[in-house]
């Protein structure tokens, strides 16, 4: 079983050659994509894919001459305009972390300025929207308070009744310098089986950035939450699969990884993550990885992540029904059953229809198909 990268377009192609961490920019080579290129369209899918970092390193060393004038310029620009950003959010989750710290709150980074140092070397090598900050469940309430005093707001105000439950994550935005930060008490947005945050934090590891001390996520557990993440939005940011092949070189433990899978499944989005790694970024895949029995789903999901790869411009494969009901196929049954317990669970639409106070929410459970078909009645 393999998947095929047949029909990349020439900067497609192009942007993977120079992404390819083993390359060394040859100006033979390049012309081969040089002489049939859209640079406009080479453009929009760096940017798209949010590379423009790394793309412009590579060229700037190796290979600028070749390339047109505009495309090095707002390469540049970018660049440029990115290290800022990426010092900027440095110093607000600094800023973050001590005061949830202070006020007794544990916490530990997901991506963001530690994962760029962590997999990258340097501030200036990786995008990053906003901050992702997971702490435990029971200091959610807490946290939003120590975020407020620091100037930052809920962003989805339209809560559900259960969001505990249906969500893992709170966005908040500052109300001057529009920081994003994402506070989340669970790795995986389903109600399927995940690590504890207990379990997280035993297996944390900590990086001192500007004197300042961060926990983050051990090897095993950051790359099945890579692999989970990349796989749920269909691998639509190339970005994310170069974290994936960057962290193949980190030293995984098979005895740790192979627990977490028993446990906690995951192991078909690592091997969907490593077919197209590897088939993309020619990405060297440790053994730890090789061994694991790559099944005909993990080869169905790669190849329709390639298809959303190779057409950029439309829908990420995430927004596919067909991917959609693939990534839910390779749920095992007990996973299936935790997202069908989501998807039954009451909303704030359903207090929209039939307000209660709060110590009767548990009503709306077995209300919901009739609230529900309420709904769909109002629609017609």
Request: hydrophobic share 40%; with cysteine; proline share 4%.
């Amino acid at each position: 079983m393999s998947v095929g990268k047949s029909d990349l377009s020439t900067e497609l192609s192009f942007m993977l050659y120079i992404l390819r961490e083993d390359v060394t920019l040859e100006e033979e080579e390049m012309q081969t994509y040089l002489s049939n290129i859209d640079w406009s369209k080479f453009l929009n899918l760096v940017i798209h894919h949010r590379v423009y970092p790394l793309v412009y390193i590579k060229l700037s060393k190796n290979g600028s001459r070749l390339i047109h004038e505009n495309v090095m310029l707002k390469l540049q620009q970018l660049y440029r305009k990115n290290t800022i950003k990426m010092l900027q959010l440095t110093r607000e989750l600094g800023t973050a972390c001590k005061a949830l710290q202070d006020n007794g709150i544990r916490s530990m980074v997901l991506k963001g300025p530690v994962l760029t140092l962590q997999l990258y070397g340097e501030l200036s090598h990786r995008t990053s929207k906003d901050l992702d900050i997971l702490i435990c469940s029971s200091d959610v309430e807490k946290s939003k308070e120590v975020l407020t005093q620091l100037g930052y707001r809920p962003d989805n105000t339209d809560a559900h009744l259960f969001w505990k439950k249906k969500s893992h994550h709170i966005s908040f935005i500052h109300s001057e310098h529009s920081t994003q930060i994402e506070v989340h008490w669970r790795l995986n947005p389903e109600i399927i089986k995940s690590p504890s945050f207990e379990e997280l934090w035993q297996n944390k590891k900590t990086m001192t950035i500007y004197d300042q001390q961060f926990n983050h996520l051990g090897n095993e557990d950051l790359l099945a939450y890579l692999a989970d993440h990349g796989a749920r939005h269909g691998w639509f940011r190339l970005r994310w699969l170069i974290d994936m092949d960057r962290l193949f070189h980190n030293q995984i433990d098979p005895s740790k990884l192979h627990n977490y899978f028993k446990l906690y499944g995951g192991r078909i989005y690592v091997e969907q993550a490593a077919l197209l790694s590897k088939l993309l970024l020619s990405s060297k895949v440790p053994i730890e990885i090789q061994s694991l029995v790559v099944s005909e789903k993990a080869v169905e999901l790669a190849q329709m992540a390639l298809e959303g790869i190779k057409n950029s411009n439309d829908l990420p494969q995430a927004s596919n029904p067909k991917y959609k009901r693939s990534m839910v196929s390779a749920l095992t049954l007990k996973q299936k059953m935790h997202l069908l317990i989501k998807r039954l669970l009451p909303s704030s639409l359903d207090a929209e229809i039939l307000p209660l106070s709060k110590p009767f929410y548990f009503l709306y459970i077995p209300l919901r198909p009739f609230l529900w078909f309420w709904r769909l009645l109002r629609k017609t």
